[in-house]
């Protein structure tokens, strides 16, 4: 028992403090540093929040010309290199005539006298004025053929089919049916253009609007957004991606068709494109004339899809978050 009274004479004992409550087992210890200033962030948000604009904010960093030398350029140049090397071996080891199988410089002797007199660059640029314009009249015709289609279920069921199976139908079977209709006349060549490249970009615009989120269309509906303006201002921008990708395939199925007609269709009214001087090639039996047409075919493929194609492709997906980390 304790006594609280004080004997005179005697100082009184200080109090003695209590002790604290001891920690509960398992209970963390606390870490002693400066406490956060909750003052303009009562929820505690901040931080949180912080964190995940870091995750999705995309960190990109500018490719150095170096950079792109090495990992793009120098690899398919050295395949190149590398395949012309072996062409140039199996003809020296096979003694071929260089009018059956050339060699790559009998090719580039061939390809320099079809420059000189302007036969290349004739043909050059007779086919790629067709390719270009014939692809931008389809994809003029397609692109609201094809919003049409995706904002009508019925009408979609109905001709959905037809278009499927025009885009597989070789477009070179239209060559015959375009010569007896507009005869041998650059309005042939046109007609087999636009049969293989509207099919493609109207089931570019279908594949683009099926993978549209029904969210978007939603939204759109109680913006007040309806028929032609839902479809150019909800619906395109959404679909782009794949309307993108069937404007690819549509040009290569143009530039295909386009070889093929010029190919058949010789004389009359048709200038001389590409494919004219493929058959030309055939006709005398000079293979080298006939490959110098086959790479000048193969060469303009390629540098439409770097030039133009890549470059609008990764501005849309970059624009879009979809790009990833890649430069």
Known sequence: MRNDTALPGV?????????????????????????PDRAGDPAGTGEELAG??????ERTRKTSLGEVLRTKVAPPLVALVAGLLLWQLLVALLGTRPDVVPGPLDVARQFGALVGDGTVLGALGTSLWRGISGFLVAAAVATPLGLLIAQWRGLRNAVGPIISGLQVLPSIAWVPAAIIWFGLSDATVYFVVLMGAIPSIINGMLAGVDQIPPQLRRAGHVLGARGWTMASKVVLPAALPGYLAGLKQGWAFSWRSLMGAELIAIGGSIGF??????????????????????????????????????????????????????S
């Open 273 to 326: 494109g590409l494919g004219s001087l493929l058959e030309q090639g055939r006709t005398v039996s000079n293979m080298a004339v006939v490959m110098v047409a086959v790479l000048s075919i193969l060469v303009v493929g390629i540098l439409v899809e770097l030039l133009f194609f890549n470059p609008v492709e990764r501005r849309l997906l970059r624009g879009r978050g979809l790009l990833g980390h890649r």
């Open 52 to 57: 995940l604009d870091a995750l999705q904010t």
């Open 11 to 35: 100082p009184a004992a200080p109090p003695v403090a209590p002790a604290p409550p001891a920690p509960r087992r398992g209970a963390e210890r606390a870490v002693p540093g400066p406490a």
